[in-house]
């Protein structure tokens, strides 16, 4: 699926249909500066490179992205490609035909910072970074520079050599939160599909990856203090395009955090409440207000389920509550844990409110951050910090940019992942379907998303009053109502979740009055051209 991204968003639009071609890299999200070194000879990886961690490399994070760049090239090549400790030898490797590929971590500096350079030419590679995440944006944008076939599984070689083009690159991200999400609820995805999307949007340089875990349709983690929420509610999926329940184990969702995190991934779980809980509410119908099972939901409806904020259900809603995010945060890792509370059309006004304020109270006394859907900013006494999702459209409707500016307002900040470009569930315009003949995606969000639509947005530019600093980052949201299989999911999300990696990456394009006198390299990016309109035969080659 890389490779397809690649092909189509890059090597598609190889010299020729990017005016300035030559002087950018093929590489996305595109480095914040570049320069490339026309006319020197390129860096030619051979049987006999080797990936060199230097210096002491007390890191064991450092090891382990040696070892993750060494794995990949192994099995495109087939080359041996050793990893040691030491100094890189460009001048004997140089002797020999090829060059050794270089690791450093810089000393001091921000252990949170995922900047890093990249020097690719003739004498090896050296990508230098003050901390680990650094090299491993690093290592993806090598592979980006390394022919296609790179990503293969060693069946290909390419003709002109493994080799990349001399270029300098320092990079740095523009948001610190750039996500992708995957709706396990609807249907269910085993633990090597999500590691699978993990490696894929890892590529791209997205750094968290929002899991929404329960949902009418499912509870898919394992809460041991509620053992019915998976043993019933884990049993139960959309059955529109094929039926799949199934739910994470501890150990699952201990092996999803961990391969995340090797890729620089933080998982973000999401319990959607107070709607969006008919699983729950099915599994233990105490929690519902009139103590009848709803039964299962099998369709794609939303709106109907709630909680209940009667004062007769406060026990034991609240005791829900704090076991199951309690339980949810102890088994993970980072710092944010997501509480939904989107679409509430069941729970009146005043209700939601109270139950916004305890769920989002009782989640932040786990000592996480707090995220949830912009419909939060309906209380004004959100926990502090807490995040906003915003999922309403780039010319907002309603109360949308109200609810969402609201975060802001009670010193939060905003994710942005406006649906009608950045949910990956909108249908595309041919409105293509899956092997078994189902239409793949909704159309809600204004219709069709297209590849220029989903890349063309700017986050600052849409709720009047929120910029640069009260964003955190951008999400590429993918819902599952109509997706079943992880083949039909990366369909959906790439390649038009490259284009938010963009977004989400690259400096803020120049406002549209400033493109007419051309930037350039390697002061400032341009945005690139239109990447739909670029030829689907293409060599699959960024050299
Ligand atoms: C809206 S976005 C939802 C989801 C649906 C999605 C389908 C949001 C916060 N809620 O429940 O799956 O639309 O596109």
Not at 111 to 138: K, Q
Not at 215 to 231: H, M, N, V
Not at 366 to 380: I, L, R
Not at 422 to 442: E, F, I, T
């Amino acid at each position: 699926v890389l490779t397809t991204v690649l092909a189509t968003l890059l090597a598609g639009c190889a010299p020729g249909d990017v005016a300035n071609a030559d002087s950018v890299p093929g590489i996305i999200p595109l480095p914040d500066s570049y320069e490339p070194h026309t006319g020197d000879e390129p860096f030619r990886l051979t049987e006999s490179t080797r990936i060199v961690v230097e210096g002491d490399a007390g890191s064991p994070a450092v090891a382990d992205v040696a070892e993750l760049l060494a794995a990949r090239l192994r099995i495109a090549t087939g080359y041996e490609i050793p990893v040691l400790q030491g100094e890189p030898e460009t001048s004997l490797r140089q002797a020999q035909g090829t060059a050794d590929i270089a690791l450093a971590l810089g000393d001091g500096g921000d252990p949170s910072s995922e900047a890093y350079a990249l020097e690719v030419g003739d004498d090896g590679v050296r990508i230098t970074a003050d901390a680990p995440a650094g090299l491993f944006w690093g290592v993806q944008s090598l592979r980006q520079l390394l022919p296609a076939e790179i990503d293969g599984a060693g069946a290909a070689q390419p003709d002109g050599g493994w080799v990349a083009p001399a270029v300098s690159i320092e990079d740095s991200p523009r948001f610190s939160y750039r996500a992708a999400s995957l709706d396990v609820a609807r249907h269910f995805f085993p633990v090597d599909d999500v590691k699978r999307y993990i490696d894929e949007i890892a590529a791209l340089k997205l750094n968290v990856l929002q899991l929404h875990l329960t949902d009418d349709q499912g509870w898919r983690i394992r809460i041991d203090s509620w053992p019915k929420l998976t043993e019933v509610g884990g049993q139960t999926s959309v059955e529109l395009n094929g039926s799949r329940p199934g739910f994470y184990t501890k150990d699952d969702y201990r092996e999803i955090v961990e391969y995340a995190a090797a890729r620089f991934v933080t998982i973000v779980p999401e319990i959607d409440l107070p709607g969006h809980t008919n699983a729950a509410l099915h599994a233990y119908p105490e929690l519902t207000c009139d103590g009848v099972d709803p039964g299962s939901y099998a369709g794609i409806d939303v709106g109907f389920s709630s909680l209940c904020a009667a004062p007769e259900r406060a026990e034991v809603t609240d005791r829900f509550l704090a076991d199951v995010l309690g339980e949810l945060a102890a088994m993970t890792p980072g710092p944010w844990i997501h509480v939904g509370g989107d679409e509430a059309h069941n729970t009146p006004k005043a209700d939601y409110v109270d139950l916004v304020n305890r769920i989002t109270s009782i989640a932040a006394a786990t000592g996480k951050t707090v995220v949830g859907w912009h419909e939060m900013g309906a209380s004004t006494s959100l926990p502090d910090g807490m995040i906003g999702g915003y999922w309403g459209f780039t010319r907002p409707e309603g109360d949308s940019a109200d609810l969402a500016k609201s975060f802001v307002d009670q010193g939060g900040k905003l994710l942005m992942m406006p649906a009608d470009v950045a949910y990956m569930d909108m249908v595309y315009p041919d409105r293509p379907q899956n092997a078994l003949g189902h239409s793949l995606g909704l159309e809600w969000a204004q219709g069709a998303t297209t590849i220029e639509e989903a890349y063309g947005w700017e986050p600052t530019a849409i709720v009047p009053g929120v910029d640069e600093d009260d964003i955190l980052g951008v999400v590429a949201a993918l819902w599952t109502e109509t997706i079943t299989s992880i083949d039909d999911a990366e369909f959906m999300v790439f390649p038009r979740a490259a284009g938010i990696a963009e977004i989400g990456w690259s400096p803020k394009p120049p406002e549209p009055d400033q493109t007419a006198v051309p930037a350039s390299p390697p002061a400032s990016r341009p945005r690139r051209a239109a990447t739909a309109t670029c030829p689907a035969t293409s060599s699959g080659s960024s050299t």
